[in-house]
């Protein structure tokens, strides 16, 4: 029985260590350079996430111990910094990056062929697109994600033998919260957007008092049908269901 009781323990106590080790937060940030320290990268190469700096060199960005953290700049030498529990306890890492010094290679008259197809695609006339490792910055090339879309994909990932990150924020309800949270500002999105191109002519075909507008466009963006119709990118189309929500907007105001 003592045996059991014990090996029971160390279970418990193994669980915790593991959630703790895996658990991703967010950390501030501050970056000093001789120059502009806006718009630096911010790479989590272990984590798959992005960000950049702000006017003053600030930055925010999740991270779990022993992920790898790349900050970079075509100006500067890339640095990487590895997240110790240190880090992670204090919630802060603060970097000073190098100047880069560009010397020039040696220059060569004419093409010269290697039997090297990779050496000799470089010296022929093939173009390809520049991307961040031409101008000498190793970055992220996928879509950037929101911070709720980072969080969600922070609190959905882990490794070790026992993932247990996503399946704690399962349990907890964070997951499903993050993810309604993103559709939300999805929607939210696509109302501002579709309100700053169609409200003039809307209201010029069918006119709605000021103080009533903007309420207005959040009953539409409640309509299950907005989202996939401002996908469609049809104004036509979008401008033709507004007039249809507005007749049912402006009843349920006299109905009110």
């Given at each position: 029985m003592i045996?059991?009781?014990?090996?029971?323990?160390?279970i418990l106590c193994l669980f915790k260590f593991v959630s703790v080790y895996c658990q991703s937060i967010e950390i501030q940030g501050k970056v000093t350079a001789s120059s502009d320290i806006d718009r630096i990268h911010i790479i989590n190469k272990t984590a798959n996430t992005f960000t950049i700096t702000n006017d003053d060199g600030e930055f925010m960005i999740s991270a779990s111990i022993n992920d790898t953290v790349l900050i970079s700049a075509i100006q500067y030498k890339p640095l990487e910094v590895f997240v110790t529990p240190q880090i992670i306890q204090s919630k802060y890492i603060s970097v000073e990056l190098t100047d880069k010094i560009t010397e020039l290679d040696e220059v060569v008259v004419g093409k010269i062929?290697?039997?090297?197809?990779?050496?000799?695609?470089?010296?022929?006339?093939?173009?390809?697109?520049?991307?961040?490792?031409?101008?000498?910055?190793?970055g992220y090339t996928g879509k950037l994600k929101t911070q709720s879309e980072r969080r969600l994909h922070e609190a959905t990932t882990g490794g070790g033998l026992v993932p247990l990150n996503p399946l704690l924020n399962w349990l907890s309800g964070?997951?499903?919260?993050?993810?309604?949270?993103?559709?939300?500002?999805?929607?939210?999105?696509?109302?501002?957007?579709?309100r700053s191109e169609l409200s003039e002519?809307?209201?010029?075909?069918?006119?709605?008092?000021?103080?009533k507008r903007i309420e207005f466009f959040y009953f539409v963006s409640d309509d299950p049908n907005f989202l996939p119709l401002s996908k469609a990118e049809s104004d036509l189309v979008m401008l033709k269901f507004l007039q249809q929500k507005l007749e049912e907007f402006k009843t349920q105001l006299e109905k009110d």
């Open positions: 045996k059991i009781k014990n090996t029971l323990f160390l062929l290697t039997g090297d197809l990779l050496s000799d695609i470089e010296n022929s006339n093939v173009k390809r697109d520049i991307n961040f490792y031409d101008l000498g910055i190793p964070r997951t499903k919260k993050l993810k309604a949270q993103i559709a939300r500002e999805r929607i939210d999105k696509a109302m501002k957007e579709v002519m809307l209201f010029d075909i069918d006119n709605l008092e000021e103080s």
